[in-house]
């Protein structure tokens, strides 16, 4: 399984931005895709995930009411849409994948990583 971000850029805060994660090689439909974020000198942190059935957890209090999780297995797509960005915001923004169901666990995301998109948000 392999997956791809996309939908980074240079935002202002208060902006909107949709991630997407794009898979290849497998169907997305047997796995939870899990959205990660990493900001310069910080460690990495998961955001969100979604389960094969369309369980969403949220990891990050900070996002919950911003961000949003959806899949669209017909496109083999995960997507995060995140409205309201702020500053703190700023980060490279990973999805990976694990079998079936959520954890917060990111050592547990085993199934494949994507490379990253670069999230900007700056006044």
């Known amino acids: 399984l392999q997956l791809e971000e996309s939908g980074g850029g240079l935002v202002q805060p208060g902006g909107s931005l949709r991630l997407s994660c794009v898979a290849s090689g497998r169907s997305l439909e047997d796995y939870a895709i899990g959205w990660f974020r990493q900001a310069p000198g910080k460690e990495r942190e998961g955001i969100s995930c979604i389960s094969s059935s369309g369980v969403t957890l949220t990891f990050v209090h900070s996002t919950k009411g911003r961000f949003s999780i959806s899949r669209d297995n017909a496109k083999n797509t995960v997507y995060l849409q995140m409205n309201n960005l702020e500053p703190e915001d700023t980060a490279t923004y990973y999805c990976?994948?694990?079998?079936?169901?959520?954890?917060?666990?990111?050592?547990?995301?085993?199934?494949?990583w994507g490379q990253g998109t670069l999230v900007t948000v700056f006044s």
């Open positions: 990976a994948a694990r079998k079936t169901a959520c954890t917060f666990s990111e050592q547990t995301y085993l199934e494949g």
